[in-house]
Nanobody
Framework: QVQPVQAGGGLVQAGDSLTLSCVVPGRTFSSYAVGWFRQAPGKEREFIGAISGNAIHTYYKDPAKGRFTISRDNAKNTVYLQVNSLKPEDTAVYYC??????????????????WGQGTQVTVSS
């Protein structure tokens, strides 16, 4: 699989919203799910959620948080992560990654094969 290319991120204020993008070149983009992760300083990489290849199914690790929205546009080979009401604790490097399959009931980090370069999001209070 081709490596995803991420865009977006930067320095934002608490309470702002932010959308990150993840472009995966190639003709088979719709055949695999894409997930989003983040890694804060000194912490392990954390799974945020994933979207199936056909964009019908989305899965969030903590749906109760309700601040994350994952979407995709297969015509543009792009997956998005929107984060609302940003908090300082959202400061992290955010990564997208392609899954080996188009859908999973249980997404495991080891099943994601190709990772984006990561993008820094810093939230100031």
């Amino acid at each position: 699989q081709v490596q995803p290319v991420q865009a977006g991120g930067g320095l934002v204020q608490a309470g702002d919203s932010l959308t990150l993008s993840c472009v995966v070149p190639g003709r088979t983009f719709s055949s695999y799910a894409v997930g989003w992760f983040r890694q804060a300083p000194g912490k392990e990489r954390e799974f945020i959620g994933a979207i199936s290849g056909n964009a019908i199914h989305t899965y969030y690790k903590d749906p109760a948080k309700g601040r994350f929205t994952i979407s995709r546009d297969n015509a543009k080979n792009t997956v998005y992560l929107q984060v609302n009401s940003l908090k300082p604790e959202d400061t992290a490097v955010y990564y997208c990654a392609t899954h080996y399959g188009s859908y999973a009931r249980d997404y495991r980090k080891e099943d994601f094969r190709s990772w984006g370069q990561g993008t820094q999001v810093t939230v100031s209070s």
